[in-house]
């Protein structure tokens, strides 16, 4: 009875990866774990420049606070900050040209968006469709605002508010693609050893599918790598000195956004918020 | 009689130059050269990031096809392309949260702007009201579109219209800044040699005042330094080796933007017309 039940576990395993298999087939095979980290690595830069663009500005909280709002939008009556009407409208325009046709672009508001206006663009289809609404939106919105903001901007009003919620949307956004990449880091992980995965995600086992997608090791390499960036792109560039490459602990102060914050906002939140949506993504993948 | 009326000449001539004192008095006084060329020094980092960021994208030539629009939208008929489209939804988005209150920034529809809905900032008056509306956003605009965006972009198409109609928004807007500080750079020469510069006004000489705003030392340092840093942010930044400062040729290849189009970006575009707007604005400077 033991060794049929163990010869039924298996057959159903093999069905399983069988399955997978299949599916797989019917996904676009253009994506590759080197493709997708070359995705990951360039995406740095756009998050490092957008959190330097960003700190070119003080905090301005007016642009956060409800109550700076003088007119009431006609959806969300008094309640709305002034960057959450911004980050709204512009969603809006951007859904307009075909922002979220694109399976990477997650919106924050997606019950505002209007129908786009370009022509259909075919996006190879890389997601399994069931787990491909995965999403931590709200979670990223509020660590932006409560713990990230306040760090890498000082105190003080310029008026500049359009441009400073431009940045804050730049911010939002470049990390919203990034984390929510996730998906398609979770996909090819999974396609890459689906027979790793599946005992993982039948048991809906958090903590050993945390452990498969953890490499402490890559993890530390991006870290400090993020942390270079933020002293390369963030230095004050001069013709009279060779570019300063962050070694030198003496010209920190002059970066424009601390390299050592760029760290910790990887480690303590992009990293983190990536596996959750790998997890997530991996839970549904068998659905 | 030729002493007698020169002697008026030097009346005249004080005259205007105690009028431009008084009104030098009424205009803030929060602007030095100084602050002038900090800002557009830092002005540099933007243009190069948007530069860099919209070469992620191909040049995506649906954006700027007329026909491409299938909706006919309600303010200018057919004759729209997508990205003029994003440019104008975006602006009127960015108005109402009072963009346009500033007056270093400058639309490029301004008859679309919506009224904002944010509290008034009270900005430093430091244009002289006559000749502060002088602006170039038309050139701009088609010197962005036909002679820089196809030296930067590779051509091909990849869906991502509207990351790439944000990315075109916001170099222009970057140059657009950058070259309408032109007026706050004119006004801050200006207060400092009103003698010098009265008598070209005076006799509308546009050679005499192109002469004035020329320093070609200044103009090359400038140039130089933005080449650096578009080899500076460009690269890709590693962790096993120090980073590239653009010494070498040898990892040019590698550069997001090529640095030599942005010295010329520089050299031919954005020093040209940031001087066309200075000259234009001291040509009002006594009205």
């Known amino acids: 009875a033991a060794s049929s039940s163990s010869t039924i576990a298996i057959l159903i395993h093999l069905l399983f990866c069988f399955n997978a298999l299949l599916l797989q087939c019917s996904l676009s095979r253009g994506i590759t774990l080197e493709s997708v980290r070359d995705f990951l690595t360039r995406e740095e830069d756009t998050i490092v ?109 310029d008026g500049n508010f359009a441009s400073t919620a431009a940045s804050d949307l730049a911010c939002l956004q470049a990390l919203s693609r990034r984390i929510h990449y996730g998906r398609f880091v979770a996909e090819v992980k999974f396609r890459d050893s689906p027979q790793d995965y599946i005992p993982a995600i039948r048991a809906k086992d958090r903590d050993a599918l945390m452990k498969l997608v953890t490499s402490e090791s890559q993890e530390e390499i991006v870290k400090k790598r993020v942390e270079e960036k933020a002293a390369v792109f963030g230095q004050d560039v001069t013709l009279d000195r060779p570019a300063d490459t962050g070694d030198s602990n003496s010209s920190r102060a002059a970066y424009k956004v601390d390299p050592s914050v760029v760290y910790r906002l990887y480690g303590d939140w992009v990293i983190p918020l990536t596996k959750i949506v790998e997890i997530e993504y991996l839970l549904r993948r068998l659905d």
């Open 49 to 157: 420049f957008s959190l330097i663009e960003r700190a070119k500005y003080p905090y301005n909280s007016p642009l956060y606070n409800p109550s700076s709002c003088l007119k009431v939008d006609k959806w969300f009556g008094n309640s709305c900050s002034l960057v959450e009407l911004f980050v709204r409208d512009s969603e809006r325009v951007q859904a307009k040209i075909g922002s979220y046709q694109n399976p990477e672009e997650v919106p924050f508001f997606p019950e505002d968006l209007t129908w786009p206006v370009v022509p259909p663009y075919n996006f190879s289809k890389v997601l399994y469709p069931a787990a491909a609404s995965v999403n931590v939106s709200d979670t990223i919105w509020s660590v932006y605002f409560k713990e990230l903001l306040p760090q890498f901007t000082v105190e003080g009003v």
